[in-house]
């Protein structure tokens, strides 16, 4: 009995562990189908990306810490400008000081037909909400190293600026809300009008509230197929919004990287943290590859539809009111005025014949 009973349970354990290793042998072989259907589908939605991007950074072009090859040496890649120096953390282009300008520019020109630009920075300051300014820019540009009134950098310039403004100069309008990221394409004869914020050459932009930020700032520009894609990431999401996306888009090559900054009467601290430049490979079919042209001067195709319409401002229904009061106020007085002096000419000019 005792001998049945054993060798039944020995035939159940037999039985449980082949079931067991069955089970875990369908279970290893389902994940590894799993695994294999994951792996699919990735490479089938990378496959998709009709852009085929590998990110490979140029440090030659690149401003990171400890900061490296900047300064006023002959083997310097960066050039410090103005108010702009280096501390452990960042270069700071101006202080929260009143009418500063500084600026750091590249001393190596940009060559890549294909690129992205990461860039992270910092505005802080002591100034209130719309008492600090005026921002920061970052450029691509033919000239390197020039003052102006432009975020620290010359108007009419030839190459791409990035400016994130942070005072609003036209309060006139109200159809956005500061700190504003906006993108600009100069041909070297295009002004910025400071005084409007740079609406009527903007090719795009949004809202950034990147000022006194608790978050890490960041911005993306990705230049690729004559396509220029601009995305922010400043509300610690640390995932990309898209801010700008402009089709059409011709750089040349061969222009400087730099950022500058300028205070006026309002001021803040604006911070450079790094710039890292990726070299962008992308393949292209032979007939975008004929279709590829030397660009001489920047341009973008129909600029006009990105030329942003400037309103003036109308006066209101009480302004209307008052100025019409004031202005039939100020006839009848003119006509009372005239009416005295008539009366008493006429009344000299009767004394006259007595």
Known sequence: MVSSVAKSNLARLRSFCFLNSVFHFRNLRELTWLLITICYLTSQSLADDGDFMEEFLKR????????????FSSSSQWDLMGTAMVTPDHV???????SRQGAVWSRIPLLLQDWELRVQFKIHGQGKKNLNGDGLAIWLTRDRMKNGPVFGNMNHFSGLGIFVDTYP???????????????????????????????????????????NSVYDNFFLVRYSKNR???????????????CADITGVRLPTGYFLGAS????????????????????????????????????IPRVDNMEQFQVKVEEEGMSGVQLFF?????????????????????RWKENKRKRFY
């Open 60 to 71: 030659e072009y690149s401003l990171v810490k400890p900061y490296r090859g900047l300064g």
């Open 92 to 98: 700071r282009l101006t202080p929260d000081l009143q």
């Open 169 to 211: 100069n036209d309060d006139k309008t109200h159809d956005r809300t500061f700190p504003y990221i906006s993108v600009m394409l100069g041909n070297g004869t295009l002004s910025y009008d400071h005084d409007r914020d740079g609406r009527s050459t903007e090719l795009g932009g949004c809202t950034a509230m990147a000022r």
């Open 228 to 242: 220029l894609t601009l995305m922010v990431d400043v509300d610690g999401k640390q995932e990309w919004r898209e």
């Open 261 to 296: 900054s300028a205070t006026g009467d309002l001021s803040d601290n604006h911070d450079i943290i790094s710039m890292k430049l990726y070299e962008l490979t992308v393949e292209r079919t032979p007939q975008e590859a004929e279709e590829g042209e030397v660009v001489a």
């Open 323 to 343: 100025t019409l009061l004031f202005t039939v106020l100020g006839l009848i007085v003119l006509g009372v005025v005239g009416l005295i002096v008539y009366g």
